[in-house]
């Protein structure tokens, strides 16, 4: 059965930098740090990347009743990559395909906390904190009657909604596909339980900004964030005949498992991911020359990252400039694969890398050839890879081609 070619129209963000995709880029590529010490309740000093968000702007105050913040960030974020995209209607053969981690993670806390101080709980708590919500509530703001999906594959979650709307997109089975993640985990009881997993980085004394630190001898770990990205997918041949912008084409996807532990990573499942996207967007190593990594800046998940890599590009892997902007703007969880599918699209769109920051020493074990310098210049990219390494053994890899190649 022959594919049609998969490109990207539209991309909407409400990022930790913002939500202007050009303004957010460029902040990263200045090397500009959204992190910050967390002013919310916990039992240990943390940073995190917190989304500034106006909600007045998408939702009445009736309208808010049973919506959490999840699903809040996910309309706001698909709405703005439907106007970039300038489709001012989705028709019936559009979909929906969303990732999240969680789900509604204040509706669940508050739930908790108002049936420990009353005996009381929302009403309106299930369709608030159901992993699907965000999804739906994308569905009925932009009136799509085609599929909507649903996937909660850990750190993998948006990148697997990327790949798997890209495919229904490049089988002829929809024209139009919204594609992204969300996730809005900042309430109290996660911070808590993702310090008593001790995976969350050391608050940086001098500058929290800088505490986290991928590939970097002296990382300590992962540093929470928030947010919501989603993008517009559409056939080439459709985007071409409505005068579309055409950021970058979706060359291809692999998706692969460790089977080997909750939440170690294994690099051969990672191997095994990166070549099934090479493969799939028929690209060599030598081809690719930018990787926009998971990096969460974890002593082990970088290391095993960096393996990988090696065993896949070889005698390439110098050619293969390597960044994690987690260093800037957090762990987004279930959005991450979207945020930095977005990111990875627009480096590849405007031949720039952005910048993996606060190394100072770089890791031995991590000996790839990392951007540590903000405003570098690709004027030669012409694919880029996006890694989504999740919990549970879940490895995902999306391939972006320059739109001048599609």
């Given at each position: 059965?022959?594919?049609?070619?998969?490109?990207?129209?539209g991309v909407g963000l409400i990022s930790p930098h913002g939500e202007s995709p050009d303004s957010v880029f460029d902040a990263l590529m200045a090397?500009?740090?959204?992190?910050?010490?967390?002013?919310?309740?916990?039992?240990?000093?943390?940073?995190?990347?917190?989304?500034?968000?106006?909600?007045?702007?998408?939702?009445?105050?009736?309208?808010?009743?049973?919506?959490?913040?999840?699903?809040?960030?996910?309309?706001?974020?698909?709405?703005?990559?439907?106007?970039?995209?300038?489709?001012?209607?989705?028709?019936?053969?559009?979909?929906?395909?969303?990732?999240?981690?969680?789900?509604?993670?204040?509706?669940?806390?508050?739930?908790?906390?108002?049936?420990?101080?009353?005996?009381?709980?929302?009403?309106?708590?299930?369709?608030?904190f159901m992993p699907n919500a965000p999804a739906a509530h994308v569905a009925m703001r932009?009136?799509?009657?085609?599929?909507?999906?649903?996937?909660?594959?850990?750190?993998?979650?948006?990148?697997?909604?990327?790949?798997?709307?890209?495919?229904?997109?490049?089988?002829?089975?929809?024209?139009?596909?919204?594609?992204?993640?969300?996730?809005?985990?900042?309430?109290?009881?996660?911070?808590?339980?993702?310090?008593?997993?001790?995976?969350?980085?050391?608050?940086?004394?001098?500058?929290?900004?800088?505490?986290?630190?991928?590939?970097?001898?002296?990382?300590?770990?992962?540093?929470?964030?928030?947010?919501?990205?989603?993008?517009?997918?559409?056939?080439?041949?459709?985007?071409?005949?409505?005068?579309?912008?055409?950021?970058?084409?979706?060359?291809?996807?692999?998706?692969?498992?460790?089977?080997?532990?909750?939440?170690?990573?294994?690099?051969?499942?990672?191997?095994?991911?990166?070549?099934?996207?090479?493969?799939?967007?028929?690209?060599?190593?030598?081809?690719?020359?930018?990787?926009?990594?998971?990096?969460?800046?974890?002593?082990?998940?970088?290391?095993?990252?960096?393996?990988?890599?090696?065993?896949?590009?070889?005698?390439?892997?110098?050619?293969?400039?390597?960044?994690?902007?987690?260093?800037?703007?957090?762990?987004?969880?279930?959005?991450?694969?979207?945020?930095?599918?977005?990111?990875?699209?627009?480096?590849?769109?405007?031949?720039?890398?952005?910048?993996?920051?606060?190394?100072?020493?770089?890791?031995?074990?991590?000996?790839?050839?990392?951007?540590?310098?903000?405003?570098?210049?690709?004027?030669?990219?012409?694919?880029?890879?996006?890694?989504?390494?999740?919990?549970?053994?879940?490895?995902?890899?999306?391939?972006?081609?320059?739109?001048?190649?599609?």
């Amino acid at each position: 059965m022959s594919t049609r070619r998969v490109v990207i129209t539209g991309v909407g963000l409400i990022s930790p930098h913002g939500e202007s995709p050009d303004s957010v880029f460029d902040a990263l590529m200045a090397g500009r740090s959204a992190i910050a010490p967390w002013s919310g309740e916990h039992s240990a000093p943390a940073v995190v990347a917190e989304a500034p968000f106006d909600v007045s702007r998408w939702f009445t105050r009736l309208q808010l009743a049973g919506v959490d913040r999840v699903s809040q960030l996910a309309v706001a974020a698909a709405s703005l990559a439907q106007a970039d995209a300038g489709l001012e209607l989705i028709d019936e053969n559009s979909g929906v395909y969303v990732g999240t981690g969680m789900g509604g993670a204040s509706a669940i806390e508050n739930a908790f906390s108002s049936h420990s101080s009353s005996g009381r709980t929302p009403p309106l708590t299930v369709p608030a904190f159901m992993p699907n919500a965000p999804a739906a509530h994308v569905a009925m703001r932009a009136g799509v009657h085609g599929p909507v999906l649903t996937y909660s594959v850990a750190c993998a979650s948006s990148a697997v909604a990327i790949a798997e709307a890209a495919k229904a997109v490049a089988r002829g089975e929809l024209d139009c596909a919204l594609a992204g993640g969300s996730e809005a985990l900042l309430v109290p009881g996660v911070v808590r339980a993702w310090q008593a997993l001790q995976t969350l980085a050391a608050v940086d004394g001098e500058d929290p900004s800088r505490s986290c630190r991928p590939f970097s001898a002296g990382r300590s770990g992962l540093v929470l964030g928030e947010g919501a990205a989603f993008l517009v997918l559409e056939p080439l041949e459709i985007a071409r005949a409505r005068g579309a912008r055409i950021y970058a084409e979706i060359a291809g996807s692999g998706i692969a498992c460790d089977a080997v532990h909750l939440t170690k990573p294994d690099a051969a499942g990672q191997v095994r991911a990166l070549k099934a996207a090479l493969k799939a967007g028929g690209l060599s190593p030598a081809d690719v020359g930018y990787c926009n990594a998971h990096g969460t800046a974890t002593l082990i998940g970088d290391v095993v990252e960096c393996n990988a890599l090696k065993q896949v590009w070889g005698d390439d892997l110098d050619r293969l400039a390597v960044s994690s902007t987690k260093s800037m703007h957090g762990h987004l969880l279930g959005a991450a694969g979207a945020l930095e599918a977005v990111l990875t699209a627009l480096a590849v769109h405007r031949r720039a890398l952005p910048p993996n920051m606060h190394v100072g020493t770089q890791d031995p074990a991590c000996d790839i050839r990392l951007v540590t310098e903000p405003g570098w210049q690709a004027p030669a990219l012409r694919a880029a890879i996006s890694n989504s390494f999740a919990f549970g053994g879940t490895n995902v890899v999306l391939a972006f081609r320059s739109a001048d190649q599609a």
